[in-house]
Nanobody
Framework: QAQLVESGGGLVQAGGSLRLSCAAS????????MGWYRQAPGKQRELVAV???????NYADSVKGRFTISRDNAKNTVYLQMNSLKPEDTAVYYC???????????WGKGTLVTVSS
């Protein structure tokens, strides 16, 4: 069973930066699309960014130009560099490993990001 462990969340002022990391155990990392999702209080979980096994990326419109997703297959780790943070970025951020082809859908427990105004 694969495990995903997020780290790097915390409290930051608006305009600041944070880098989230998600370390994956097991053998799925190299074949999975890795993604970051977030859930703000009272809202549904939403996609933030994904990176495929081939390195293609996709971002939510709300974070384009501010966030960058990357993966290090040698370290089984995916990152989310978040710059120019806004109070509306406050949420619990979750890491996901997914593959429709291989029937994979794993979630981490989340890490809290709080952006103060």
């Amino acid at each position: 069973q694969a495990q995903l462990v997020e780290s790097g969340g915390g409290l930051v002022q608006a305009g600041g930066s944070l880098r989230l990391s998600c370390a994956a155990s097991g053998s799925i990392f190299s074949i999975a699309t890795m993604g970051w999702y977030r859930q703000a209080p009272g809202k549904q979980r939403e996609l933030v960014a994904v990176v495929t096994s081939g390195g293609s990326t996709n971002y939510a419109d709300s974070v384009k130009g501010r966030f960058t997703i990357s993966r290090d297959n040698a370290k089984n780790t995916v990152y989310l560099q978040m710059n120019s943070l806004k109070p509306e970025d406050t949420a619990v951020y979750y890491c996901n490993a997914g593959s429709v082809l291989f029937n994979i859908n794993h979630w981490g427990k989340g890490t809290l990001v709080t952006v103060s105004s």
